[in-house]
């Protein structure tokens, strides 16, 4: 229930001052063409940040505890390989042609063996178990890429994940298995290839970009993928043809307990290259709840640049950062004139995003601000565009909002009254059906403060084809009008937020 005591003036007037003319003038530079396209970990990005706290230095924001100049800095990084020798009896293997070194999992050092274990396509599981009555504890376990099938379907998993390779997350899951049973590393064959070309052994020598905080959960087991042409090595003749000719067709293995004597060598050394990159977040005070938090986040990170091209992304998610932008300075004006809010307001914009969230996820794992006392994030990824595959036709004056049934049950009135009463939006609710395809819950940054349980909102226009993650998505395309309304509803909404007298109830579990 919204309380009369206490309640600085009436917010209109300042909900007024967020005008397209200032969010097209913060736009042109967020999503100009000298923020390189804000790539996590170049100097796009960083430009971006130092422009960032420059603003809300100049709105007169305190620096959050923590940060450097307003920027909470986290590590990210890759590693590339330094050497790679693999002996197989003996015989030298090429490194790039006959195999690949799985460089997101390995870490230094060496291993020998003198025992193979083959085991099929290493699933282990309810419904099918390669590993059935095989011991492999401290030897080195062999097994094919992908998932067999009966009657044309993959009838384990049904959906191929025991074939997914991808991380961060941990592990992938054969990976996992095989690390759980005490294997001390694992060779994938795989089937479709005879040997690595070259594209593979350049990319192969590379993993992908992570967050450092997700390092330690991926490594933790050498992993080798061997081409195919030359996995007969470990197999012998007769058992790898026939296997190799099923393997290849995904069908059923004979995979019967087979082990087999040999020496194996594996020697390997990896660099880590680290860069640093940041969040950046101010706040204003609060009065007489300045404990407790309202959080108004958006991700400033985007693509950056390929193949010489520009990924400006104007909407994605420049709309966001510039609507946060907004708001801080509205909020401090209100401030200045004795207006300020009953809770601390938080103002983050953070990076990572594209790449997976990092910059939120690094924030909800070092929390800046008490996450209990937090009671809400307003998160905003794309508010400047009208979605073209809207279907209706009553109005395009909508946004969607998303997470207004979980977490808590309070956050659908407050949103609602402050549109009414402001701004005249129709709230599409759309994707927060569980039968949406798009997961869109999970695909923003609020994601990371819900599963903190803390109660989320998420502002979206929907622009999922388009110019999405295109070089298009630029300031041109956006529709002022629209954008102004909605970053108004944000700004009307992050008051009540603010000021009224209970933080949000957490009253209804995420999942
Ligand atoms: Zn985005």
Known sequence: ???????????????????????????????????????????????????????????????????????????????????????????????????????????????????IVFVGYGIGDDKYDDYAGKDVKGKLVVFFGGEPKQDGAYFISGTKSYSVWTYPGGLPQKAALAKQKGAVGIIVINANLDSISANQARSGKKSSTRLIADVSANEGINAITIAGGSAKLLLGDDFFTTTLAKARKNELLNATAFSKKIKIKYDYAEQKITTNCSNVAGYIEGSDKKDEYVILTGHYDHLGIHNGQIYYGADDDGSGTCAVLEMAQTFAKAKAEGNGPRRTIVFMTVSGEEKGLWGSEHYSNHPLFPLDKTSVDLNTDMIGRIDTERKTED????????GHDKLSSELVGINEAANNKYTGLVLDYKYDDPKD??????????????????????????????????????????????????????????????????????????N
């Open 1 to 115: 229930m919204l309380s009369v005591f206490a309640q600085p003036a009436a917010p209109d007037k300042y909900g007024a001052a967020i005008t397209k003319e200032d969010l097209k003038k913060q736009l042109s530079i967020i999503a100009g063409a000298e923020m390189e396209g804000r790539e996590t970990g170049t100097e796009g990005q960083r430009k971006a940040a130092a422009y960032i706290a420059g603003q809300f230095k100049a709105f007169g924001l305190t620096p959050a505890p923590g940060t450097d100049n307003y920027q909470q800095y986290y590590a990210i990084g890759y590693d590339t390989v330094l050497r790679s020798q693999l002996l197989v009896d003996n015989k030298s293997l090429i490194a790039g042609k006959d195999y690949l070194d799985d460089v997101g999992m390995n870490t230094d050092g060496s291993l020998s063996a003198k025992e």
């Open 395 to 402: 109005s395009l004056n909508y946004v969607y909002v998303i």
């Open 437 to 510: 395809p798009n997961r869109i819950y999970y695909r923003s940054d609020h994601y990371n403060f819900a599963r903190k349980g803390i109660p989320i909102l998420f502002f979206y226009d929907g622009m999922l084809q388009a110019d999405y993650h295109k070089p298009t998505d630029t300031v041109d395309k956006i529709y002022w009008d629209i954008y102004e309304k909605r970053a108004r509803m944000i700004f009307y909404t992050a008051w009540q937020m603010a000021n009224r007298d209970d933080m949000l109830k957490r009253d209804i579990p995420l």
